[in-house]
């Protein structure tokens, strides 16, 4: 009788033993990433500036100068000259402007078209 009693004692304690030892690895499974060791991500005024050129060159503009301390993007397509401003506003979000001027004065269509492959970049 003693050695019934001491091997299902044994078997409790050992069911016991494995109940801690998964516990304790369920609870080892929680971790904290921490920041990124690639640095932080993009910007919302690098995200918008990225997406903004890419617009251009959707659109087929031949990007002829960028500033980006000042924000602008010029080129042309044809005979329309293309200036694109990306400034952060008071708010901290980011505008995005795009203007097409040829010799009959301002494109709105190209300037639309424009600001739609942007938002196509911008996941809208």
Same mark, same amino acid.
């Given at each position: 009788?003693?050695?019934?009693?001491?091997?299902?004692?044994?078997?409790?304690?050992?069911?016991?033993?494995?109940?801690?030892?998964?516990?304790?690895?369920?609870?080892?499974?929680?971790?904290?990433?921490?920041?990124?060791?690639?640095?932080?991500?993009?910007?919302?005024?690098?995200?918008?500036?990225?997406?903004?050129?890419?617009?251009?060159?959707?659109?087929?503009?031949?990007? +002829?100068?960028? &500033?980006? !301390?000042?924000? #602008?993007?010029?080129?042309? %397509? =044809?005979? *329309?000259?293309?200036?694109?401003?990306?400034? +952060?506003?008071? &708010?901290? !979000?980011?505008? #995005?402007?795009?203007?097409? %001027? =040829?010799? *009959?004065?301002?494109?709105?269509?190209?300037?639309?078209?424009?600001?739609?492959?942007?938002?196509?970049?911008?996941?809208?």
């Amino acid at each position: 009788m003693h050695s019934t009693a001491n091997a299902v004692a044994n078997k409790s304690r050992r069911g016991a033993i494995m109940l801690l030892v998964a516990a304790t690895l369920s609870i080892a499974g929680c971790y904290y990433y921490g920041p990124s060791p690639y640095g932080p991500g993009p910007t919302s005024f690098d995200r918008s500036w990225e997406a903004a050129r890419g617009a251009a060159y959707d659109e087929g503009v031949r990007i +002829t100068n960028e &500033d980006r !301390s000042r924000g #602008v993007i010029t080129g042309v %397509r =044809g005979d *329309q000259d293309v200036t694109v401003n990306v400034f +952060t506003q008071a &708010d901290g !979000s980011v505008r #995005v402007e795009f203007n097409a %001027r =040829g010799p *009959q004065g301002s494109n709105s269509d190209l300037a639309s078209r424009l600001s739609r492959a942007y938002d196509r970049r911008m996941g809208r």
